[in-house]
């Protein structure tokens, strides 16, 4: 059974950091797509952020290129996403995502098999 379990959640002014945490289990994680998503309220949810476990390749949507960071640890089976310099449109429930095999288009969420639960992220101006 395929488990995903988020932590790192919270309230930051704009400008601020915070790190989520995915921790996996039951699943194979060595070879592998991740994800972070989110979803606003009233807003579909959308990819945030990807990496082929394999091979550590990553994507990124373009509203967070430069401020958001996937990274992940192969020994843990866990992926992190280090967020920097948070705006208030970045509030909104985050999830972490996995694959089942191959995804071709990396931030979509129909691509995604199993998630979590989700860790809410508030950021006010």
């Known amino acids: 059974q395929v488990q995903l379990v988020e932590s790192g959640g919270g309230s930051v002014q704009a400008g601020g950091s915070l790190r989520l945490s995915c921790a996996a289990s039951?699943?194979?994680?060595?070879?592998?797509?991740m994800g972070w998503f989110r979803q606003a309220p009233g807003k579909e949810r959308e990819g945030v952020a990807a990496v082929s476990t394999g091979e550590g390749s990553t994507y990124y949507a373009d509203s967070v290129k430069g401020r958001f960071a996937i990274s992940q640890d192969n020994a843990k089976n866990t992926v992190y996403l280090q967020m920097n310099s948070l705006k208030p449109e970045d509030t909104a429930m985050y999830y972490c995502?996995?694959?089942?095999?191959?995804?071709?288009?990396?931030?979509?969420?129909?691509?995604?098999?199993?998630w979590g639960q989700g860790t809410q992220v508030t950021v006010s101006s």
């Open positions: 995502a996995a694959a089942r095999g191959w995804v071709s288009r990396r931030l979509a969420p129909f691509e995604f098999n199993f």
């Open positions: 039951g699943y194979t994680y060595s070879r592998a797509y």
